[in-house]
Nanobody, 124 residues
Framework: QVQLTESGGGLVQAGGSLTLSCAAS????????MSWFRQAPGEEREFVAG????????FYSDSVKGRFTISRDDAKNTVTLVMNTLKPEDTAVYYC?????????????????WGQGTQVTVST
């Protein structure tokens, strides 16, 4: 069982920056792949960024590539999303997700855990 709590959302002007954090409680955080999703009003939840369980590989949606950076600190059980050059279309509720646990690079258990989300609003 993994519990996830996001923080760091808020209101920012276009062009500004925010840093989101996701704190995880529970066992074996380092064995989970972590990712951020977002959901705007009336839209489906979409993938934003991900980082593998070893932390060596990151993934980004085309819409945020070059502007957002995901990282993890397994010692602190946290995953962070640094968001730069924010645009009004980045406005959404941002969710943290844990997937795993990974037993090896090619073998994992199929559990998913989601946080409650944190609101990000980018004004023009």
């Amino acid at each position: 069982q993994v519990q996830l709590t996001e923080s760091g959302g808020g209101l920012v002007q276009a062009g500004g920056s925010l840093t989101l954090s996701c704190a995880a409680s529970g066992r074996a955080f380092s064995s989970y792949a972590m990712s951020w999703f977002r959901q705007a009003p009336g839209e489906e939840r979409e993938f934003v960024a991900g980082i593998n369980w070893k932390g060596g590989t990151t993934f980004y949606s085309d819409s945020v590539k070059g502007r957002f950076t995901i990282s993890r600190d397994d010692a602190k059980n946290t995953v962070t999303l640094v968001m730069n050059t924010l645009k009004p279309e980045d406005t959404a509720v941002y969710y943290c997700k844990a997937e795993g646990p990974y037993l090896s690079d090619y073998l994992k258990e199929d559990y998913e855990y989601w946080g409650q989300g944190t609101q990000v609003t980018v004004s023009t």
